[in-house]
């Protein structure tokens, strides 16, 4: 485990600091994307772009909820596979594996 401080502006926004040194290091992030899972995902977002900027050798997110999982394919017409652009996302904020615990409870 390494220190690390998520607070919260008086505006609602996230701010992130790392306390430790992650240059050279193999991180392990293990963040839900539960209820309210906007905030939650863009903390997840966040912390791995302060994570890549401060040289991680690699990330692997440890997800065990993953936010969006039921919108994995389309119903209808003109609609996103939600499920797919939030991987995508965390896929270019620079997560290098991501491993999600149950992809469809309830």
Request: hydrophobic letters at 45%; glycine letters at 4%.
């Amino acid at each position: 485990l390494m220190d690390a401080t998520v607070e919260a502006f008086n505006d609602g926004e996230s701010k992130i600091q790392l306390i430790e040194s992650v240059r050279n290091v193999h991180v392990y992030v293990i963040q839900s994307t539960c209820p309210p899972v906007n905030d939650n995902l863009l903390e997840l977002f966040l912390l791995v772009r302060c994570l890549r900027r401060a040289s991680a050798s690699s990330i692997t997110a440890i997800i065990p909820y993953f936010g969006y999982a039921r919108q994995d394919r389309k119903m209808v017409a003109r609609v996103p596979i939600s499920a797919s652009d939030v991987a995508i996302m965390l896929e270019k904020a620079g997560i290098d594996r991501l491993l999600a615990v149950d992809l469809h409870c309830g």
